[in-house]
């Protein structure tokens, strides 16, 4: 559910208290990608961060065929 605070709120809901879609998300997703490349500035998030996240799913999987923990 998103309100006024949230900072992308008004281009999509006309009142508190409605969700906000998988298009919507993609459209503000791309809208940070573009702003991102012509300001010249750090974007996030980026590969490094993937890699990150990448790390804890496969380990997830190796958790799960071995039955016990995996460390990161």
């Known amino acids: ?3 006024p ?4 709120y008004a281009a999509f809901s006309p009142a508190p208290g409605h969700g906000q879609g998988y298009n919507d998300q993609k459209i ?3 809208r940070d990608l573009v702003e991102g490349i012509v300001g010249g500035r750090p974007l996030y998030p980026d590969f ?4 990150r996240v990448n790390r804890i799913i496969d380990a ?10 995996v460390g990161v």
């Open 48 to 51: 490094r961060e993937a890699w």
């Open 1 to 3: 559910m998103i309100g």
């Open 60 to 69: 997830i999987e190796v958790s799960h065929y071995e039955g016990c923990w």
């Open 28 to 30: 503000i997703e791309i």
């Open 5 to 8: 605070e949230h900072p992308d």
